[in-house]
Each structure stands twice: as C-alpha cells, then as structure tokens.
C-alpha cells in the first residue's frame, strides 16, 4: 500500500534507495530530504516544498556574500596595480604595456556584453599570448615583465568580477531580490580596499596619486558594472552567460532536496516549490511540472529540463504556435497542453503524454511517437507526414474532423487532406479506423521487402467511407466507372475494411496531381445514381461492367461478405500491375503510410475459423507435399522437404492460435499445389498471396517463436524453389 506523508515535516529526512512508488508527499516539507536513487514512480508531490534547511540558507549566504566581497576585492586591487604601474616613475615599460592592457579589458567587456563570457574568455586568452610572444621575440627582458604583470593583473581583474558575479548570482538564487542590496555593498566594500592598497603597493610621485586613485576607481566601477550587466543577463536567462549560471546553481543547491538519478516516472509536481533541488541524471517520464516554481533554479543537468525553453513548456504547458522542431521532448507530460499550430518537425516525443492536448493544426512531420500517449488530443488539421508511430502509441478517443498526410509544398500544394471530400469531416470514430491499419505497416512491410519510401514516392490513397451499408453491386459499378473517367489518376482498390452494416471503407490509390476531393465528391454522386436504379437495370450495367473487368465481381463478393460478417476483413495485394484480393482475418493492421499505398488490411477482433479442423487440413497438406519428387541429394533438402519441415513447425508453434494454424496450412497446401504445377499461373499467384499471408501471420508472433525463426529461413528458399522470388 503506498505511503502518506502528506502534510508532514521530514526536513532532511532520507530515502535514499527507497521504493516509494505511488506515495503521498502532498503538501509537505522535503528541504533538506534526501531521494537519490529513490524509486518514486507516481509519487505525489503537489504543493511540496523542496530547497534547503534555514541553516544551510543562511551558511550559504554569508558564504556568498563573502565571495563577493573577495571578488570586488581582487579586481579593484588589480586595477589598483595596473594604475600604479602606469604612473610610475621612471618605467615607460610599464606605462605603455598598462596601457595596451586597458585596450585589452576594454575589449573583454566590449565582447562580453556583445558576444557573451565564452567568447570574451576565449579572446582575452589568444590576446593575452600573442601580445606576450611578440614582447618575449624582441629581447626586452623589461618589456617582457612589464607585459606579464599586467597580464597577471588584468587576468586577475577578470577573476575577480566572475567570482563577485558567481557570489551575487549564488545570493540572488538562494535569498531573492531583496539580498542584492547587500551583494552591492559587499562588492563596494572590497573595492574601495582593493582600489586603494593597489594603488599604495609601491613608490608613486605625490602629483600622479590622485590620477593612479581615479584610474583605479574608473576600473572598479567598469568591472563592478560587467559583473551587474551579467547578472542581469543571467536572470534574464540569456545562455551568452550559461557558465555563470550553472555554477551559481551548483552552489546555491548545496544541501537541498536530492532527487538525483530517481525514478519520478507519472510523479506529479504540481504547484510545487523546487528551488535548490538536485534533479541531475532523474527519469522524468511523463512527470508533471505543472505550475512547479523555481524550477530554473534547481539542477536538471542530463534532463529535458536543461533546455530552458521545453522547461517552460512544462511548467505552463503553452506552446500555440512556438517552433519545437527537432528538440527532443521524450517523455514530456503535456496532458491538457495547448500547441495548436506549433511546429514539432523531427521532435522525438517518444513516451510522453499528451493526454486531451490541442494539437489542431500542429506539424507532426517526422514526429516520433512511439509510446505516446494520445488519448483525447485533438488532432484536426494536424500535418502527419512520415510521423512515426507504433503499436503502443495510443491514439483512443482522438477527437479529428480532418487530417493533412503532407505538408504543401511548391511542387504539390495539395496537402493529401482526410476525408479526401473537403467537404466532408470525419464522423465519430473514422480518425481510429482510419489511422488503426497504419500502425502495424512498417513491420509487415519490413517482412515483405517492400521499400515504403519508395511507395510514399509513387501513391496517394482515396478513402472511401461508407455508413449505415453499402450496395456492393453499385459501389463496384462506381469505382469502375470513376476509374475510366479519370485514367490519369490511375485508380486501382487496393483495400477494403468491413464492420457489416456499421460501417465500409474502400481505399484506392490514385497518382500523379489527381484531385482526391473532386473524385471521392464524384464517386459518392455516381453510387448514388447507380444505387437508385432499378433492381434490373442495376444488375444489366454490373453485367456490363464486369464484362469489361473481371475484377469488379470479386471486389462485389468481398463487399457481400463485408456486410455479412461484422468483422470481415480483406487483404490485398499490388504486384507489377496485377490485383490480387485475398479474405483476411484477425490483427494484422495494415494500411497507407502518409496517404500511400499499402496492402491493408484488418483492425478488429479476429475471427472464429470455419471449416476444417486442423487434423484434417493437416492430413491434406500432408497428402499435397507427398505427391511432390523428393530431394536426390540429402544434404540439399528440395521443395518437398522444406514444405514438410514448414508444415511442422505451424503444427507445433504454441504461440499461434488454432485457427491461425488451420490458415497458415492452407496456405503451406497453397505453395504445395503450386510446386506441383509450376507452369499454372493461377497456381502460381495463389502461392506468392500465400506467401504473403504467411508473413503476415508470422509477423504478429513473437520474436522469440519457433515459427518466426523457421519462416525466416524457409520461406526465402521455398519462393526461389517456386520461382516466386
């Protein structure tokens, strides 16, 4: 049973290595608490407070305020030395060289405050070398001292002002604004002492003491300024300044909650206060950050939080119409998050939630979402292109009206918009019946060696969904008839999904610029007309069309049986121009990719077998693969062989359904018949569909099943020995 903590006090409390998978920590104090490798998988944390215990507040502050006060000290003091030596007597050496090395930190804040504290580092460092080099290459030992001395001391200016802008930033992080005040009078104090034991480090006329006192006060105000200009861009978030602001972060969460490399999958941090907190290395799987304070302040290295942008994505879960492309938000809790119109092109949002998101008109393109959790989103008028999905993404209850399987471009600016009517939307449940068969396409495919992106090149699919019933006659007259008005569509069925008089779905494919909302417009009109015709006049023109195209007869026995059988599913099948219709059944989900073609296929409930028992379909494989010439070499095993091992791996594979087996042997007849007649070309079909569905039924098993590794092997041989290949 989980744990309640709720509304407790467990200041620097630890469990650290604890499983604590689904406890209370509503509303309480965990400052100070200690959760390193916890495991706190759907932990509620709602309204925690995180941080650090009083006393470690206030060591760190007076610790802070000390590093500023060292800070403003050791850079006054160098600009203190750096005014000395330029006005001493009797030593042009160091004058000039003080002043090149003015020049030189006047570009140091110039580059800061432009290009930001990695860029100006990077640039003193190479300036600071040459100029030594070159002083080092003419001789002059003096010269030469001169010029480290106020490298030394202008590098120290330098030191200075981060460790006052580190100390400032620290205090900032752990107190707020109102300890700022205090940072400055710290980084005055030491100045002013600074200033003035630089300037008194050594013999100076009385006349150049006032100019050595200004310059050096000048210096400090310059460098004070640097420091104030880079908190304040710190802040700001400005990442110019990203050293600054990890370090101060790293200091500033000394002793606060550590939640470091924990287990926060589903955990919920609403509201909740983070400050100081260690999240370093966490798994952060669908954790909810919604309305979380002082997150940016809390350490988030190696998370998505590291990316200030996603972080306030999480935190206010408003994104409409900001550009995420390519980030990588996986698994991200964007539950009830409004993107409407966002860019996520290429982003990987593998495993993340977005639960009742809005997502209309948002671009998916390339999107990974394998495992995500789409329950409820509204997707209409989102671009769904080459988006990668999987068995696991939940896609129940999304709410669509109509989709885009491209984006516009130049060359095509129709983006393949679903329902192919713009028109039409999609009724209650067409979005799920539609997208369903897509899921499982890459892997299918993958096992037919069927290149999609090629596929994606060549098609487009016309989606035909018909409510309440259909006249499979009509419909059969219809497409034949919108196919010969448009011969530069090229429309060919290539699929059928059936849920009796629920619901029919024929899909098409269609090429070249054919506009697939004038011809789903067209085709509707047509089947109208055809269907109100009498019953004899109905039966003379299918008569006719059939004469034309024997196919159109198979295509009205598969609608016949579609509305006999409420979960009637048909498979087909495209190879070099000829269509082949084969009956399918159970969960094979196959459909077009992006709006191309495919083979298609079933989404539904799998179906009780009728006919034969597997005893007596055994016995009638067994009887066909007899009747085959066997192998004249036993170290070769030939077609009949191979056959006989196939039919005994179906026979044993316990992870295959008895009316899977029943099929697949149906199937192992099929190649059987055809080995014995090689030359029959009706044969010859029925065993590459059988091939097909052999892939198909292996696809759904298991990796780890017998069968699947058998048909691996077998299957490549058998096809060549049939000349299928």
Same mark, same amino acid.
């Given at each position: 049973m989980?744990q309640?903590?709720?509304? +407790?006090l467990?200041?620097?409390?630890?469990?650290?290595? +604890?499983?604590?998978?689904?406890?209370?920590?509503?509303?309480?104090?965990?400052?100070?608490?200690?959760f390193?490798?916890a495991?706190l998988?759907?932990?509620?944390f709602?309204?925690a407070k995180?941080?650090?215990?009083?006393?470690w507040? *206030?060591?760190?502050?007076?610790?802070s305020?000390?590093l500023?006060?060292?800070?403003?000290?050791?850079?006054a003091? !160098?600009g203190?030395?750096?005014?000395h030596?330029?006005f001493?007597?009797g030593k042009?050496?160091?004058f000039?060289?003080?002043l090149?090395?003015?020049?030189?930190?006047?570009g140091?804040v110039?580059i800061t405050?432009?290009?930001g504290?990695?860029?100006a580092?990077g640039?003193f460092?190479?300036?600071?070398?040459?100029?030594?080099?070159v002083?080092?290459?003419?001789?002059?030992?003096e010269?030469?001292?001169a010029?480290i001395?106020q490298?030394?001391?202008?590098?120290?200016?330098?030191?200075?002002t981060?460790l006052?802008?580190?100390?400032?930033?620290?205090?900032?992080l752990?107190a707020g604004?109102w300890v700022?005040?205090?940072a400055?009078?710290?980084?005055?104090i030491?100045s002013v002492?600074?200033?003035?034991?630089?300037?008194e480090?050594?013999e100076?006329i009385e006349?150049?003491?006032?100019?050595?006192?200004?310059?050096?006060?000048?210096?400090?105000?310059?460098?004070?300024g640097l420091?104030?200009f880079?908190?304040?861009r710190?802040i700001?978030?400005?990442?110019?300044y990203?050293l600054?602001?990890?370090l101060?972060t790293?200091?500033?969460?000394i002793g606060?909650?550590n939640?470091?490399?924990?287990?926060l999958? /589903?955990?919920?941090?609403? +509201?909740?206060? *983070?400050k100081?907190?260690?999240l370093?290395?966490?798994?952060l799987?669908?954790?909810?950050w919604?309305?979380?304070h002082?997150?940016?302040?809390?350490?988030?290295?190696?998370?998505?939080?590291?990316?200030r942008?996603?972080?306030?994505l999480a935190?206010?879960?408003?994104?409409q119409g900001?550009s995420w492309?390519? *980030?990588d938000l996986?698994?991200?809790n964007l539950?009830d998050?409004n993107?409407?119109d966002?860019?996520l092109?290429?982003a990987d949002l593998?495993e993340?939630?977005l639960?009742?998101?809005?997502?209309?008109?948002?671009?998916?393109?390339?999107?990974?979402l394998?495992k995500?959790n789409?329950?409820?989103?509204?997707?209409?008028?989102?671009?769904i292109q080459?988006w990668g999905?999987?068995?696991d993404?939940?896609?129940? !209850?999304?709410?669509?009206?109509?989709?885009?399987m491209?984006?516009?471009t130049?060359?095509?600016?129709?983006?393949c918009?679903?329902?192919d009517?713009?028109n039409?939307?999609?009724?209650?449940g067409?979005?799920?019946d539609?997208?369903a068969?897509?899921?499982?396409?890459?892997?299918l495919?993958?096992t037919q060696?069927?290149?999609?992106?090629?596929?994606a090149?060549?098609f487009?699919?016309?989606?035909l969904?018909h409510?309440?019933?259909i006249?499979?006659a009509?419909a059969?007259?219809?497409i034949q008839?919108?196919?010969?008005?448009?011969?530069e569509?090229?429309?060919?069925?290539?699929?059928l999904?059936?849920?009796?008089?629920?619901?029919?779905r024929l899909?098409?494919?269609?090429?070249?610029d054919?506009?697939?909302?004038?011809?789903s417009?067209e085709?509707?009109?047509k089947?109208?007309?055809i269907?109100?015709l009498p019953y004899? /006049?109905?039966?003379?023109?299918?008569a006719?069309?059939?004469?034309?195209?024997?196919?159109?007869?198979?295509?009205?026995?598969l609608?016949?049986?579609?509305?006999?059988?409420?979960k009637f599913?048909?498979?087909t099948?495209?190879?070099?121009?000829?269509?082949?219709?084969?009956q399918s059944?159970g969960?094979?989900?196959?459909?077009?990719?992006?709006?191309?073609v495919?083979?298609?296929?079933?989404a539904?409930?799998s179906?009780?077998?009728?006919?034969?028992?597997?005893?007596a379909i055994?016995?009638s494989v067994?009887n066909?693969i007899?009747?085959?010439?066997?192998?004249s070499d036993?170290?070769?095993?030939?077609?009949?062989?191979?056959l006989?091992q196939?039919q005994a791996?179906?026979e044993?594979?316990?992870?295959?359904p /008895?009316?899977?087996k029943?099929?697949? *042997?149906?199937q192992v +007849?099929a190649?059987?018949?055809a080995?014995?007649?090689?030359?029959?070309n009706?044969?010859?079909?029925?065993?590459?569909?059988?091939m097909?569905?052999?892939?198909g039924?292996?696809s759904?098993?298991?990796?780890?099943?017998?069968?699947?590794?058998?048909?691996a092997?077998?299957?490549p041989?058998?096809?060549?020995l049939?000349?299928?290949?």
């Open positions: 989980p309640n903590f709720s509304h +407790q467990l200041k620097r409390h630890s469990f650290k290595g +604890q499983n604590l998978s689904g406890a209370d920590f509503s509303y309480t104090d965990i400052r100070g608490v200690n390193k490798n495991i998988i759907g932990a509620n709602h309204q995180a941080g650090q215990p009083y006393r507040v *206030l060591s760190l502050m007076a610790g305020l000390l500023v006060a060292l800070g403003g000290l050791i850079s003091y !160098a203190g030395l750096v005014a030596l330029m001493r007597s042009p050496e160091f000039f060289s003080s090149i090395f003015l020049l030189v930190l006047a140091f110039f405050v432009r290009r504290l990695g860029a580092l640039g460092a190479v300036v600071v070398t040459a100029t030594v080099a002083l080092a290459a003419s001789g002059k030992a010269a030469v001292v010029t001395i490298a030394v001391a202008i590098a120290s200016a330098i030191a200075g981060l006052n802008t580190l100390g400032t930033m620290t205090v900032w752990i604004n700022l005040l205090l400055i009078l710290a980084a005055l030491g002492f600074g200033a003035s034991e630089g300037v480090l050594g100076l006349a150049s003491r006032p100019a050595a006192l200004g310059l050096a006060g000048a210096i400090s105000l310059v460098l004070l420091s104030s880079i908190s304040w710190v700001a978030g400005d990442s110019k990203y600054i602001s990890a101060a790293m200091l500033s969460s606060g909650t939640f470091r490399g924990a287990n999958t /589903d955990a919920d941090f609403t +509201q909740a206060m *983070l100081s907190t260690d370093r290395r966490a798994v799987v669908r954790t909810c919604l309305k979380a002082k997150l940016d302040q809390a350490r988030t290295e190696g998370t998505y939080l590291e990316n942008a996603v972080q306030q935190v206010t879960k408003e994104g900001r492309d390519r *980030l996986r698994g991200l539950k998050a993107l409407e966002a860019s092109i290429g593998s993340s939630t639960e009742n998101a809005n997502l209309q008109g948002v671009k998916l393109v390339q999107a990974q394998y995500t789409l329950t409820g989103a509204c997707l209409t008028g989102a671009y080459n999905i999987s068995v993404t939940k896609l129940e !209850a999304v709410k669509c009206k109509h989709i885009y491209q984006l516009p130049k060359d095509d600016p129709d983006p918009r679903k329902p009517d713009r039409e939307s999609f009724k209650e067409d979005f799920a539609f997208i068969p897509i899921i499982k396409t890459l892997d495919y993958r060696n069927v290149d999609l992106r090629q596929m090149s060549t487009k699919t016309l989606d969904f409510y309440k019933g006249d499979p009509a059969a007259v219809a008839q919108l196919a010969e008005d448009h011969p569509a090229e429309l060919e069925v290539v699929a999904e059936g849920r009796g008089n629920e619901k029919i899909q098409a494919v269609v090429t070249g054919a506009n697939r909302s004038e011809l417009a085709y509707f009109e089947y109208r007309q269907k109100s004899s /006049d109905l039966q003379a023109l299918f006719g069309v059939v004469e034309k195209n024997e196919r159109i007869r198979s295509l009205e026995s609608l016949e049986n579609a509305l006999q059988q409420p599913y048909v498979e099948y495209q190879n070099q121009g000829e269509f082949v219709m084969t059944k969960n094979v989900n196959i459909s077009g990719v992006q709006g191309n495919s083979g298609v296929a079933a539904g409930e179906q009780t077998m009728t006919g034969v028992a597997i005893g055994s016995g067994t066909t007899s009747q085959l010439p066997a192998s036993s170290n070769n095993p030939g077609i009949k062989e191979l006989t196939l791996a179906i044993s594979e316990a992870e295959l /008895d009316e899977d029943v099929e697949a *042997l149906e +007849q190649l059987a018949e080995g014995q007649k090689p030359e029959d009706i044969l010859q079909k029925s065993a590459k569909t059988a097909k569905i052999l892939k039924t292996v759904s098993l298991p990796d780890a099943a017998k069968l699947a590794d058998a048909c092997k077998l299957l041989i058998i096809s060549k049939l000349l299928l290949a």
